[in-house]
C-alpha cells in the first residue's frame, strides 16, 4: 500500500527565502506526482505535475523535482512571498485504471513580512 | 475560481440520514473523482468514475456509499445513513483533459459534512 510522507509538517520563514518542501513515497510504480497548494477552508488548487518518466516540472518561482528510484520529490519555493503562506500537499498518482491520489500530510508554511 | 462547484458549502445532518453532496463541473470532461478530509488528518481517495461508471474505489467506499451523475452534468455523492465518522469534508475533482488520465485533477472548494 502506498504510504506519502511529508517533512517537515509546518515551516516559518521570513519573507524572500528560498525553501525546499519534501516528499517521500514508498512505492515507485507512480503514474505521475502532483503539488498542490491549500488555503484555510478551501479546496486544493493544482501547481505542478509531474510524470514518472520526467525529473521536474517548473511554473514561475515553483520548480518540482521527482526521483522515482529513491521515492522522492521536492518542491523548491523561490524568493518566498507572503501570498505563499499556505498548506502544500504532494499526491502520487497509482499505475492502474482509477488513477487515485495518495496524499502526504501536508507542510504548512508561514512566511512572515 | 475552482475548476468544479460543489454544492453545498456546508451541510449539517442527523446520523442515519441520507445526504447527497453535488458536483458540477465547468466544461464537459469524463474522468471525476470524489475525495474526503476528516479534520486533521489526510486527504483521502474515495472513487473515480470514467465516461458514467466506476473506474476504481476505495476500502472507505463501502454499501453506504454511491456516486452517479444522472443528468449529464451533475456529479452526485450519495451516503445513505451517514454515521458520525463520515463527519469531514469531502471534495470532487475532475480529470484534465478529454480522458484525465496523467493529466492534473482539479478540486473544488469542498462540501463540509457535519453529522450530529
Known amino acids: 500500500k502506498q504510504e506519502v510522507t511529508q517533512i517537515p509538517a509546518a515551516l516559518s520563514v521570513p519573507e524572500g527565502e528560498n525553501l525546499v518542501l519534501n516528499c517521500s513515497f514508498t512505492?515507485?510504480?507512480?503514474?505521475?506526482l502532483q503539488w498542490f497548494r491549500q488555503d484555510p477552508g478551501k479546496g486544493l488548487t493544482s501547481l505542478l505535475l509531474?510524470?514518472?518518466?520526467?525529473r521536474e516540472q517548473t511554473s514561475g518561482r515553483l520548480n518540482a523535482s521527482l526521483d522515482k528510484s529513491s521515492g522522492r520529490s521536492t518542491l523548491y519555493i523561490a524568493a518566498s512571498q507572503p501570498g505563499d503562506s499556505a498548506t502544500y500537499l504532494c499526491?502520487?498518482?497509482?499505475?492502474?485504471?482509477?488513477?487515485?491520489?495518495?496524499f502526504g500530510g501536508g507542510t504548512r508554511l508561514m512566511v512572515k513580512p | 475560481e475552482p475548476e468544479v462547484t460543489q454544492t453545498p458549502s456546508h451541510q449539517v445532518t442527523q446520523m442515519g440520514q441520507e445526504v447527497i453532496l453535488r458536483c458540477v463541473p465547468i466544461?464537459?470532461?469524463?474522468?471525476f473523482y470524489w475525495y474526503r478530509q476528516i479534520l486533521g488528518q489526510k486527504v483521502e481517495f474515495l472513487v473515480s468514475f470514467y465516461n458514467n461508471e466506476i473506474s476504481e474505489k476505495s476500502e472507505i467506499f463501502d454499501d453506504q456509499f454511491s456516486v452517479e451523475r444522472p443528468d449529464g452534468s451533475n456529479f452526485t455523492l450519495k451516503i445513505r445513513s451517514t454515521k458520525l465518522e463520515d463527519s469531514a469534508m469531502y471534495f470532487c475533482a475532475r480529470g484534465d483533459g478529454g480522458t484525465g488520465r496523467n493529466q492534473p485533477q482539479h478540486f473544488g472548494d469542498g462540501t463540509r459534512l457535519s453529522i450530529l
Open positions: 509531474i510524470q514518472s518518466s520526467q
Open positions: 466544461s464537459n470532461h469524463l474522468y
Open positions: 512505492d515507485s510504480a507512480i503514474y505521475n
Open positions: 499526491a502520487a498518482a497509482h499505475n492502474n485504471a482509477g488513477n487515485m491520489l495518495t
